[in-house]
């Protein structure tokens, strides 16, 4: 029996569908059959990051609608073995189209074949969040260390305690070390102090994930990129190993070293 | 498609709760049930009549809707009606209406700067508070037993008290005391009725604005450090004063003492 996640934020551009496609090909990389469904109907993105749009024929709607069957509608990605999935959201229609009974049977539905089942959540709290999160056993919080994108969590995470979903647990997105020890940017610390829920991981801000993104290859996929090892970190962590989060102080040069190991660091 | 039983309007005079006139009781009581849980925070603590139609309803069963009301989310009958005409006929079962957890209701005064939810009326000419201890006597305290999170909003016509936080976004309006054993970065408003005496506690008192009866004030726009101390905030002279919370005893006891409490309240609303 397979988990369903949805992934949330209650505020837009905090990287929901980025960390929906990378923890999705994360999962399917460790040895999962993952399967991403993209709710975000009318404004769909996800194919996009995923690099599968040009493959879509049926929807999240013509699924749900009984237009086409569920394995029709499930885009497989070309560079995983049968293991990783794409359920699309449909452009031209809107959030309406599909109902929360409607999304909590077809999680059910793929439960069963599936060992992940990752849903991306619009921004928003209304019907689209709504049907994201009837589903889901879990719910992982995005959120950036800006203090809008932290009260938009803290709102989402009530809402997800209301509607039953308990215990969600939380990413930070783009944290800007440099920012963070100049004291410019709210620290993880003050974050978990008034959110006061388990994190999961810290994703720093990586250049590689605009071009990933545009590329249409999640960031997991670069040995290189420190946020597709944040990604993989999480990954491994959604799936109970105990990984400690990455250090993300930057380099610091010889001087710096030469200073920490003599004890003068701050 | 056939109609639904039940209907949600929205009138000069509040929410209308619109009863299909053929339904089956128990059809309406579905039915009513689903919109309450689709629209919980749309509806919570609102303030709706009953409107029957032809339909002929026994005082048991009008007693059983109020009740269902209630108990969901807090709505208050405020009567029935039929054919939009207020009628007095069922007005036995909203004798005891009075739900445990009685919001705020109209009947008080408050801020004039309060935000439009809930809380309209403007201060009566009369606002002056009821003394401390005539208060304790009669309003009981309601426990919030988790962090009120962004969005979240609590009403009581009583004391308020919150084991855990309140966040930023969050709102707790209270006719008494508001006391917070965690840190309270939200918006607080103790005395929300016009009692001046009340105070608002918190273990960290970060509010983004406090209001004490009819007076309000909010954090300084630069960020200044706060001390890691339970403070407590209270009206003085028809200010907001933050003090130490470890001060508090010796304030209550020497304003206990004062023979002439109520020529002093006088004086402080005559400002």
């Known amino acids: 029996m397979g988990r369903v996640i949805v992934i949330t934020s209650g505020k837009g551009g905090v990287g929901k569908t980025t960390t929906a496609a990378n923890l999705g090909t994360a999962l399917a990389l460790l040895g999962n059959k993952v399967v991403l469904i993209d709710a975000d109907i009318g404004l769909r993105n996800l194919d996009v990051v995923m690099g599968l749009e040009n493959r879509i024929v049926y929807d999240l709607v013509d699924v ?68 994201a999160i009837s589903g889901a056993d879990q719910a992982l919080v995005v959120t950036t ?37 100049k004291g410019d940017m709210m620290d993880i610390d003050d974050m978990i102090d008034i959110l006061a829920v388990q994190l999961l991981g810290v994703v720093p801000e990586d250049d590689h994930i605009v071009v990933s993104s545009n590329k249409g290859e999640p960031v997991v996929l670069d040995p290189d990129s420190k946020a597709g090892m944040a990604f993989r970190n999480i990954a491994a962590r959604i799936m109970g190993e105990e990984i400690p989060l990455l250090s993300f102080n930057e380099e610091v040069g010889l001087f710096g070293r030469l200073r920490r190991f003599f004890g003068w660091a701050q | 498609m056939t ?52 339909r002929e309803f026994s005082p048991k069963e009008a007693e059983e809707l109020v009740q269902l009301l209630q108990s969901r989310r807090g709505l208050q009958v405020m009567g029935f009606q039929r054919n939009k005409q207020r009628v007095k006929e069922l007005a036995g079962a909203m004798a005891n209406e009075a739900p445990k957890e009685t919001r705020c209701k109209g009947n008080g005064p408050t801020a004039p700067k309060a935000k439009g939810k809930g809380l309209q009326q403007p201060l009566p000419p009369t606002g002056r508070g009821k003394s401390r201890q005539g208060r304790k006597k009669e309003d009981k305290t309601l426990f919030i037993h988790h962090t009120l999170r962004s969005g979240q909003s609590v009403r009581y016509r009583g004391s308020v008290v919150i084991i855990g936080d309140v966040n930023p976004g969050a709102e707790v309006i209270a006719g008494g005391d508001i006391v917070v054993m965690g840190t309270l970065r939200g918006m607080a408003h103790a005395g929300a009725a016009g009692d001046i005496t009340s105070l608002v506690a918190a273990q960290g008192l970060q509010p983004t604005q406090l209001r004490i009866a009819d007076v309000f004030t909010r954090s300084p726009d630069e960020a200044t450090p706060v ?45």
């Open chain 1, 64 to 131: 749900t609608s009984g237009v086409c069957r569920l394995r029709q509608g499930l885009i497989k990605d070309k560079r995983f073995n049968d293991t990783l999935f794409l359920l699309a959201a449909a452009q031209t229609k809107d959030k309406t189209a599909v109902s929360p009974e409607q999304m909590e049977e077809l999680c059910q539905r793929l439960k069963k074949k599936f060992d992940y089942i990752l849903i991306d959540s619009p921004a928003g709290i209304e019907r689209g969040f709504q049907n």
């Open chain 1, 145 to 181: 260390p800006e203090i809008s994108a932290v009260r938009d969590a803290d709102r989402i995470i009530g809402l997800l305690e209301a509607a039953g979903k308990e215990n969600p647990e939380l990413i930070i997105n783009r944290l800007r070390s440099s920012l963070v020890q």
């Open chain 2, 3 to 54: 109609r639904p039983a039940v209907v949600f309007k929205g009138t000069m005079d509040g929410l209308v709760i619109v009863l299909d006139e053929e339904a089956a009781l128990a059809e309406i009581r579905e039915c009513l049930a689903e919109k309450l849980e689709t629209a919980r925070h749309f509806l919570q603590g609102a303030r709706v009549y009953v409107e029957l139609g032809k």
């Open chain 2, 227 to 271: 001390p890691e101390i339970p403070e407590v905030a209270y009206l003085q002279e028809g200010t907001i004063i933050i003090d130490r919370y470890f001060t508090l005893g010796e304030r209550l006891r020497s304003s206990a003492a004062d023979p002439n409490e109520d020529e002093r309240e006088e004086w402080q609303w005559a400002e």
